[in-house]
Structure formats: C-alpha cells, structure tokens
C-alpha cells in the first residue's frame, strides 16, 4: 500500500513505538521508493532485495510520580453513598448557621407561653446533621426542623443559642447567642388598641 511521505513516516513511528513498548524488536522496518517517488515503510522485506534501515533510538522520557497528598486526622467522614465530606469543609458551607428568631434585643409580648426559635443557613442539612438549641443554657431536644417551639419561658430576659452537629457528632456550626425579653400583658403595660377611623 502506498502512503504519502508525511503518513509513512508517521505510520513508521507508531509501529516503531509499538514494536520498543513490547519489549523487543521482533521486525525490521524496509523503506521503499517507486518511479514516481512514493516513499513506503514496511516491516515485509521487498521483492528488489533492500536491507533494512537502521533507526534512530528514541528518546525516553519517564513520567513523573505524584505522591497523593496525607490527610489529615479531621480529614474526611464518610457519607451516605460513599461520599466523602471533610469537617472543614462543611464548616465552610454552614459559617451562616444563625437563629433567625427571635431576633436580638427582640421584646416577645408573650400570653401564650410558648416561644418560636428558627435558625437558617445557606445549604439544607446533609443526612445526619442535627440542630440543638439551648435556652438559658438548658438544652432541648435535637431536631433537623428549622423552627422549634419552647414552653416554660418565665417573664424577663432570656439567652438562646443553637449548635449544628453532624452525623459523627461533631460540631460544625454555632449561631451567636441570642437575647430577647418576654413582655406579659399587665396593669399599666397592656397593649392599647388600635382605635377605628371613623
């Protein structure tokens, strides 16, 4: 078969390639030219009696090794399908974990005796995760609801705080405490109404 000088010479340099990467060189490479200057690379010896050409040896160059990185003791934890999720990287995406009400400073006119905390962050929780909010430093129980009901709050001022935990346990997230006071209705303290137009 007849190739163009470019192709031949490439043909011949995968070949030689082929040939060194087994390991030993089983062929020898022919060159022929016909009467219209047709070069052709071959590893069957022609008809006219050609020896075979010497070849240059090729240059080897090694591949370098990379090391894979170690890691480190807080490195990794195994999540649900195999996917790994470094602390410091959960850390990352839940740096806005923050309770969002009652707000800071906040005056709860409060009758019902139950109070709401809700707490927020940028990415939903990953399986595992848990919320646990504190008031008044006492804990209550954890939930992955983002809005909590709390009971048994007396008038006066109040602390909450929140901590987000993965599924090892280990705290990822703390929202910055929270003060507020519960106002109840009294004698000279009760909300007046709104008087109608007329």
């Known amino acids: 078969m007849k190739l163009s000088t470019y192709k031949a010479f490439l043909l011949a340099l995968v070949t030689i390639s082929l040939l060194l990467a087994a390991g030993t060189l089983t062929a020898q490479v022919y060159k022929t030219v016909d009467e219209e200057g047709n070069v052709t690379f071959t590893d069957q010896p022609p008809g006219d009696g050609s020896q075979p050409i010497e070849l240059r040896p090729l240059s080897i160059i090694e591949a370098p090794t990379y090391q894979k990185p170690v890691k480190s003791t807080e490195e990794a ?14 850390r990352k995406n ?30 939903q929780l990953q399986p595992g995760m848990q ?37 090892k346990n280990r705290r990822v997230a703390m929202a910055e405490p ?5 106002r109840r209705p009294g004698l000279y303290n009760r909300p007046r109404p709104t008087p109608r137009g007329g």
Request: charged content about 20%.
């Open 94 to 123: 839940y740096a806005d974990f923050a309770i969002v009400a009652p707000q800071q400073e906040e005056s709860v006119w409060h009758p019902e005796d139950v109070i709401t905390v809700a707490w927020n962050a940028r990415y």
């Open 131 to 167: 919320v646990t909010v504190s008031v008044d430093g006492v804990r209550q129980t954890p939930t992955t609801e983002q809005v909590i009901a709390v009971t048994g709050l007396e008038r006066g001022e109040h602390t909450v705080t929140a901590e987000l935990t993965d599924a």
């Open 77 to 90: 934890t195994e999540g649900e399908g195999g996917k790994e999720m470094s602390l410091g990287y959960m």
């Open 178 to 182: 929270v003060t507020f006071f519960i």
